[in-house]
Nanobody, 127 residues
Framework: QVQLVESGGGLVQAGGSLRLSCAASGRTFRSDAMGWFRQAPGKEREFVAAIRWNGGNVYTTNYADSEKGRFTIYRDNAKNMVYLQMNSLKPEDTGVYYC?????????????????WGQGTQVTVSS
């Protein structure tokens, strides 16, 4: 079965750091674009970051403006893992973080581009 499992969420004070992990299984993900999305209470799920593989050792990344400079997305294709390193966390970063896979390899901001989703991991940033 195709499965994405997130981990690493928790409670952290503003200014702190967390690293989220996503373990992928059930198919080959190396050529997929991988993304992270966040859903806060009462809000729609929104784009956080994505990474695409361009062949060889070449990868490109994309970030939402509010996360640029604070968050880093990276992946280890040999281990079918993707990560989100989050630094300088703010209360507005609070939400459920979802890992997603886009088999087309495009890795855009739209939720509809991603065919596979994890169950999410909760991140809470206190003031």
């Amino acid at each position: 079965q195709v499965q994405l499992v997130e981990s690493g969420g928790g409670l952290v004070q503003a200014g702190g750091s967390l690293r989220l992990s996503c373990a992928a299984s059930g198919r080959t993900f190396r050529s997929d674009a991988m993304g992270w999305f966040r859903q806060a209470p009462g809000k729609e799920r929104e784009f956080v970051a994505a990474i695409r593989w361009n062949g060889g050792n070449v990868y490109t990344t994309n970030y939402a403006d509010s996360e640029k400079g604070r968050f880093t997305i990276y992946r280890d294709n040999a281990k079918n893992m993707v990560y989100l390193q989050m630094n300088s966390l703010k209360p507005e970063d609070t939400g459920v973080y979802y890992c997603a896979a886009d088999p087309s390899g495009y890795g855009g901001r739209q939720r509809a581009l991603y065919d596979y989703w994890g169950q999410g991991t909760q991140v809470t940033v206190s003031s």
